[in-house]
């Protein structure tokens, strides 16, 4: 009662063998297109998510040039910053989301991917540009 069934090994795998079968795919798409966002978006986050993080990290960088000016890019570009342990780094994107509009302060708090930048000196920064934005607290 309310306790969550453990996914069966054969449905974890089966889950694992289609993500890799979409990244195939989208590596194809990017291929014949460097330009194209959406596969790019897809790509970076099948990357992530299946434990790619520098292939991941290669690919927001590759979008941060691409859309300089999006902040959901960038903060993508700081989740995975973070995940490799580039943690001041992960500052630098995140506040440049932030001026670019970002304001999803819920969700930073407690996005699993910046759990290393959230422990680092650094990241006293973005508590203070938090505190900027009224809907934060």
């Known amino acids: ?64 040039r691409l859309c300089p000016d999006d902040p959901l890019i960038q903060y993508n570009l700081a989740c995975s910053l973070s995940l490799v342990g580039r943690c001041r780094d992960s500052v630098k994107a995140l506040k440049q989301a932030f001026s670019l509009g970002y304001r999803d302060i819920k969700w930073l708090r407690k996005d699993p991917d910046l759990k290393e930048a959230r422990k680092h000196p650094a990241f006293v920064e973005i508590e203070e540009a938090i505190k900027q934005f009224p809907a934060a607290e």
Do not use: C, S, W
């Open 1 to 64: 009662m309310g306790v969550k069934p453990t996914p069966a090994k054969n449905e974890i795998r089966g889950n694992l063998r289609d993500l890799d079968i979409e990244i195939g795919f989208l590596e194809g798409v990017v291929r014949r297109d460097g330009r194209y966002i959406d596969a790019l978006r897809l790509l970076g986050d099948d990357y992530t998510r299946r434990g790619r993080v520098n292939e991941g990290l290669k690919v927001d960088r590759r979008l941060a």
